[in-house]
């Protein structure tokens, strides 16, 4: 048992997918997983734990922002041993062509938060990136479903209700898609030479105004959990 969470050893797969909303994670385990088992509930955040396609896999909520996945992600590392984590959430679109329920994989992510010049000091920009397996992985396994993704950096942003960040020169550098948790995952994971992806699907455009409601982003953004699942159990080599 951690601070966070009250799973026992062994209660917990070595490969975690990640949703930050728990009902989400619920969703997943009772729809995708064989025998589910909830192993924690503490602040609700819940976490569960079955197999898929006869391999073993956990599912945790992580909540919303940089400091709340730091926290599920340091335990499950070092607390339970997870050796491969797969977020799978929502983030906003920002340019033309990404439009709503788009995937989006996350080759590497920009960030506003002070989590890299805490880490490395100021001078020193160090950038989070996706295991390269995993991605690798996480394509094909999507080409093979044909479900279309894109790939590429997202903007991983501090603050959820943020005026002065300027969108449109992240655009025209590159920038896909804004949320909040991949940062964080990406340099928790290089810290601990563990392997991790994250997977969004676009639940609102900021500049279109198109979004999704909060039962839909709970429960049917299936693609992406599919694309997470396959990748979570491949053990080819790449």
Known sequence: MSNHIE????????????????????????????????????????????????????IQGTGMGIP???????ELICDYGAKKLIRVGTCGGLKDDVHIRDVVIAQGTTTDSGIVVRTFGAGLNYAPIADFELLGKAYHNAKKMNIPVKVGNVYCQDRFYDEEVDLQKLIQYGC??????????????????????????????????????????????????????????DERNI
């Open 7 to 58: 799973a026992k050893k062994g209660d917990i797969a070595d490969v975690v997918l990640l949703p930050g909303d728990p009902l989400r994670a619920k969703y997943i385990a009772e729809k995708f997983l064989e025998n589910p088992v909830c192993y924690n509930h503490i602040r609700n955040m819940f976490g569960y734990t079955g197999t898929y396609k006869g391999k073993k896999v956990s």
């Open 176 to 233: 896909l898609a804004v949320e909040m948790e991949s940062a964080a995952l990406y340099m928790l994971a290089a810290r601990h030479n563990v392997k991790a992806l994250a997977i969004f699907t676009v639940s609102n455009h900021l500049f279109t105004g198109e979004e999704t409601t909060a039962k839909e982003r709970e429960q049917s953004f299936d693609d992406m959990i599919k694309i997470a699942l396959e990748t979570a159990i």
């Open 68 to 74: 709340s996945i730091s926290i599920y992600t340091h």
